[in-house]
Structure formats: C-alpha cells, structure tokens
C-alpha cells in the first residue's frame, strides 16, 4: 500500500512563508513526477509545481519566483518552499506523485495525499 503524507501547512500572515512536505511510503519501486496542486473553494485544482526525477521543475505562473520545489529521492519526499505568500494562495494543497509499485510490472500510478490547508490571511 502506497501512501502520500503532507506536513506543514496553516495560517501565515500576507508575506510570510510556510514550507509544505510531502512523504511516500509503502511498497515503492520508483517514483516519476512528484509534484503539489492546490483548490480553492469553488475552483478546480490546479498545478502548482512539479519536479521530475532528474530534479527538472516546472511552476505555474503565480508563483514563479516565489516557490521553490525540491525532492530528495533517496527519502522519497517533495517539499514546497512558499515565500511572500498572498491572500490568493490560500488554498488546500495536494500532493501528487507518480508512482511505480513493487509487484506492478511497469504501471505507474498516480497518488495523492490528503490535503493540507494554507490559509493567508491578516
């Protein structure tokens, strides 16, 4: 069984920063992409960074220049760094990970955590 489990998360005032964790566990043999998306109410879930296993990134426009996204496939974590956060990125994030189980051949499949909410607020 493959489980995702984030870490951080809460409330942050407009400009402070709050660092987000993510952890795969369980039988795993290998992971691709891993990567965090984040819902607001009433809007669908949306990308926010992703890294791929050669440590590539990818960002969505809003937070360019103010996330950092990094892994450590060694612990089979992913961790968001979020700077100068705004009232705009309150949100639940996600994580999200493509992963290869024990046992499964050569199927990938995509996991994800539970959710852990960012609140930015005054």
């Known amino acids: 069984q493959v489980q995702l489990l984030e870490s951080g998360g809460g409330l942050v005032q407009p400009g402070g920063s709050l660092v987000l964790s993510c952890a795969a566990s369980g039988s795993i043999f290998s992971i691709n992409d891993m990567g965090w998306y984040r819902q607001a109410p009433g809007k669908e879930r949306d990308l926010v960074a992703a890294?791929?296993?050669?440590?590539?990134?990818r960002y969505s426009d809003s937070v360019k220049g103010r996330f950092t996204i990094s892994r450590d496939n060694v612990k089979n974590t992913v961790t968001l760094q979020m700077n100068s956060l705004t009232v705009e990125d309150t949100a639940a994030y996600y994580c999200?990970?493509?992963?290869?189980?024990?046992?499964?051949?050569?199927?990938?499949?995509?996991?994800w955590g539970q959710g852990t909410q960012v609140t930015v607020s005054s």
């Open positions: 890294i791929y296993r050669g440590g590539g990134t």
């Open positions: 999200h990970a493509e992963i290869l189980p024990t046992g499964e051949g050569l199927r990938v499949y995509d996991y």
